[in-house]
DNA sequence: ATGGTTTTGTGAAAGTAATCACGAAAACTT
DNA sequence: AAGTTTTCGTGATTACTTTCACAAAACCAT
């Protein structure tokens, strides 16, 4: 396993190079350059080769990278063929939208349980994920390391509470809440207003620059 | 208007700040500390005192924040009167959950029209929005600066061109494409399966540090 | 008033990330 | 086979962001 020398940055952008090598190798393409990596996924071409120098020299000069030898060397490092199973706490407009889309191009996450507090949804299914009532989560969430949490904020603190009593490691925040966990959970927090208020401030108040390209 | 001098990372806390401003004077709160407020909001107090003096200083020694003149500053320099009217294309599932919860909350977005291809939902409302085909885009768009993009991916990138050519500013992409723009049209992509995904490779390769607090 | 306490605002330092720019290697071309 | 072109990998640089740490100001209690 490769150390956490890797940047958080660099880890942010790995899945993103490895779905559109997916792609290339879906078109068989077999060869591809920092350059073309960089039009594709919008990142500059240093960027992609600096990413890509933390776990070696993966390219060749003059060449490129070899879409496959890439793609399986990330295959491992990014453990793509664990397959990690997801739980999702709150079936309501969010949560129902990704039990129905459930991640299924990913081949390493699945939403596999989803809990919540409405009879009506108890004991039904949506997307084959089964719904239970969240008095059950004690008893039916562990095991399961990653959560993600679509409940209305005044919800989350107590929730996030109930998921660290039961062991939960990893949880992907989409409650405009700031919840608390200790140490050893990670939350990344996931605030659509946010985003879309940062976008129509960046808008307002950020002349439109002529970037390069 | 405060000119482009405030780092991207600072804009992008705005409006975590006033929401949490929002409610604390809801909850009748007259001041605040960074300290308070960093506590709240998960975010370095020396940090928030950082941001907030790109502003000015709006504090006063030993006492804190006034919530009142806070927040009244940051209506002002969020342009929170100014309410900008928001689009969004493709009503399907993630769509869908936008249109019902339609960012009620800010006082300054509204998605006021959304469009799709499929002929059962045109004609109706959800959640008050109306829903248009795609075909009037080029009619009903124009005024529209803002656009919330949640169509399949592969239509993702003649639908930019189609918005760039009507006079869109602003992206909000949540489809996995990296969509090419010209220099004065901002996107911010929000990938939810890379984040998912970020967050299961932080958990396996990254140490549960202990972090401070 | 006085003195201890709180809390800001900010220089300086540290940490993190992006980009430049170029030598070296490998690939193509003729 | 030699010359040209492509493209990597990376040292150095630049840019951006966070954090430390403390003087100065304002508060609060007596
Ligand atoms: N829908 C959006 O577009 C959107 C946008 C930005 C933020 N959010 C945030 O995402 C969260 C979910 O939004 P939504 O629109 O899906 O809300 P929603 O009200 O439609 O869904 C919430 C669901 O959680 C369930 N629930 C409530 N308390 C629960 C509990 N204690 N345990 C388990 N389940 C519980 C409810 O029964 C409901 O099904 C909210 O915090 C919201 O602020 C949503
Ligand atoms: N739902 C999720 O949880 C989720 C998660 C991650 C990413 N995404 C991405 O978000 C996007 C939307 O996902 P979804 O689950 O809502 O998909 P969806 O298929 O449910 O919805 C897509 C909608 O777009 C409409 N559409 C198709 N072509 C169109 C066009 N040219 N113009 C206008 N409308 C058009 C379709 O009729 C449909 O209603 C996809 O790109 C998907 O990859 C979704």
Redesign the interface.
Known sequence: ??K?K?P?AT??R???Y??YLNNLQHQEKTRVSSKELSE???VDSATIRRDFSYFGALGKKGYGYNVEYLLNFFRET??QDEL?E?ALIGVG??G???L??N?L??N??KIVKAFDTAGTKIGTEIGGVPIFHIDELEERLPGI??V?LTIPASEAEVMTERLVKIGV??I?NFT?A?I?VP????V?H????????????????????????
């Open positions: 396993m490769v956490s890797i958080q880890a942010k790995l899945p993103l490895y779905r594709a996924v919008k990014l453990d990690t997801v407009n969010l129902t939208a990704f129905k889309y991640f191009k990913n390493n996450t390391k990653v993600i490691e990893g992907l405009p700031r608390t140490s050893h959970v990670r990344h996931i605030d659509l207003a946010v985003e879309l208020q940062a976008l129509v401030y960046f808008l307002k108040h950020y002349p439109l620059e002529d970037k390069k390209e």
